[in-house]
Nanobody, 122 residues
Framework: QVQLRESGGGLVQAGGSLRLSCAASGRTFSSYAMGWFRQAPGKEREFVAAVSGSGGSTYYADSVKGRFTISRDNAKNTVYLQMNSLKPEDTAVYYC???????????????WGQGTQVTVSS
């Protein structure tokens, strides 16, 4: 069982930056691929970014490539999402997720946090 808790959301102006954090419980954090998803009002949840257990491989949705960076600190059981050059269309609830493999993670299966709101004003 893995429990995830997101933090770092908030209100920011377009062009600004935010860093989301996701703290995980458990002693096997490094064995899990971790990722971020988001869900905007009236839209389906969508994949944002993922990182392998070692941190050596990362994957991004086309909409955030070059602006967002996912990273992890296995010593702290934490995964991060650095979001730069934010746009109003990035407004959503952001969810942290974990699964044993990235293919499983990207299908939406695995463990989920409660989400943190990110609002980007124009």
């Amino acid at each position: 069982q893995v429990q995830l808790r997101e933090s770092g959301g908030g209100l920011v102006q377009a062009g600004g930056s935010l860093r989301l954090s996701c703290a995980a419980s458990g002693r096997t954090f490094s064995s899990y691929a971790m990722g971020w998803f988001r869900q905007a009002p009236g839209k389906e949840r969508e994949f944002v970014a993922a990182v392998s257990g070692s941190g050596g491989s990362t994957y991004y949705a086309d909409s955030v490539k070059g602006r967002f960076t996912i990273s992890r600190d296995n010593a702290k059981n934490t995964v991060y999402l650095q979001m730069n050059s934010l746009k109003p269309e990035d407004t959503a609830v952001y969810y942290c997720a974990g699964a044993h493999t990235i293919p499983v993670l990207t299908t939406g299966r695995g463990y989920w946090g409660q989400g943190t709101q990110v609002t980007v004003s124009s």
